[in-house]
């Protein structure tokens, strides 16, 4: 069975598939279970996403815009450690500052690899951006109010006849500035397999000359080692998907920026480029493994001191 899109869920109406259309072959069994927190905590952590969840309308609106950017960083960030997840930043850029995507009103394209719906809040705890997403997704009950609230650019994938639409839409918002994130694999895959990187989306990239910031996400156990817990493939229900990541012990997203990539004059050589970035060879398990022993040294130290 193939696997999703973020958003998926079952379809009201079943709509044929073309042949190019995203597929994964990543199931439900490539999820390893991994150990977990109580119930009890497991339903802390669930309270506190909702609460948040609940509260990011209400102080979107009564913010300045000069500050908004701020806010939903902050309220991403909030989101990802009441889910449990603790998020580490690699930038492999040179001279850079701050690890962030670009400067506040830079125009950027960010492409990353798509293992789960956790992705979006890592993103944006990162720096807040738009996303590319599923078009049915500004239907959804609180979701589709928080997409809106976060200029969601729709993707009808079934329908190819409007993906130059979405290109014109990307085009536009990178021009006026903004920094818009997007899954060029079209799909979600476990996070131990991945896939190739659709050209298509690049191409707004080329039109508007927007450099292109490509980004390796993976998600790690306690141990450091890489875990596939977040995937949300097969026939994964989001349900079943969100549990799992609460219940989880030690999660870690590891987001590592690559050099960006000038957008040159072809979207398949620019996708070739990001895919090479995205897929570079990454630390090894141990490396990680190290990483993840000095995190909780530090967090023991830091509770001690206080």
Same mark, same amino acid.
């Given at each position: 069975m193939s696997g999703k899109t973020l958003e998926q869920r079952p379809a009201e109406v079943d709509l044929p598939q073309h042949a190019w259309m995203p597929s994964s072959p990543c199931v439900t069994g490539c999820v390893q279970h991994s150990a977990e927190v109580g119930v009890l905590r497991a339903g802390i952590r669930?309270?506190? /996403?909702?609460?948040v969840l609940a509260a990011y309308p209400f102080a979107h609106v009564v913010t300045p815009s000069s500050r908004r950017s701020g806010v939903q960083r902050y309220? /991403?960030?909030?989101?990802?450690?009441?889910?449990?997840?603790?998020?580490? =930043?690699? %930038?492999?850029?040179?001279? +850079?500052?701050?690890?962030?995507?670009?400067?506040?009103? +830079?125009?950027?394209?960010?492409?990353?690899?798509?293992?789960?719906?956790? %992705?979006?809040?890592?993103?944006?705890?990162v720096q807040p951006l738009a996303f590319v997403a599923r078009a049915d997704l500004i239907d959804w009950p609180l979701l589709g109010r928080l997409a809106r609230i976060m200029r969601v650019i729709p993707i009808e994938r079934e329908r190819l006849r409007r993906l130059p639409d979405v290109v014109d839409q990307v085009g536009q918002r990178l021009t006026a500035g903004?920094?818009?994130?997007?899954?060029?694999?079209?799909?979600?895959?476990?996070?131990?397999?991945?896939g190739k990187l659709r050209p298509a989306l690049f191409q707004a990239a080329v039109d508007t000359a927007t450099p292109v910031q490509p980004v390796r996400l993976r998600y790690l156990d306690r141990h450091g080692h890489r875990s596939t817990v977040p995937g949300f493939v097969g026939d994964d229900t989001l349900l079943s998907s969100v549990i799992?990541?609460?219940? /989880?012990?030690?999660?870690?997203?590891?987001?590592?920026?690559?050099?960006?990539?000038?957008?040159?004059?072809d979207r398949r050589d620019l996708a070739r480029r990001c895919e090479r970035a995205v897929r570079a060879e990454d630390l090894s398990d141990a490396a990680h493994a190290v990483l993840a022993a000095a %995190?909780?040294?530090?967090?023991?130290? =830091?509770?001690?001191?206080?």
């Open positions: 669930a309270a506190g /996403a909702l609460s309220f /991403a960030g909030m989101l990802l450690r009441s889910c449990g997840i603790r998020l580490r =930043v690699v %930038d492999r850029r040179e001279g +850079t500052g701050r690890s962030r995507f670009a400067q506040p009103g +830079t125009g950027v394209l960010v492409a990353c690899g798509h293992i789960g719906w956790a %992705d979006i809040i890592v993103l944006a705890s903004e920094r818009i994130g997007f899954f060029p694999e079209g799909t979600t895959w476990c996070g131990r397999a991945y799992r990541v609460l219940r /989880a012990r030690g999660l870690t997203a590891e987001v590592v920026l690559a050099p960006v990539e000038p957008a040159g004059d %995190d909780r040294q530090l967090m023991k130290a =830091v509770a001690t001191s206080v």
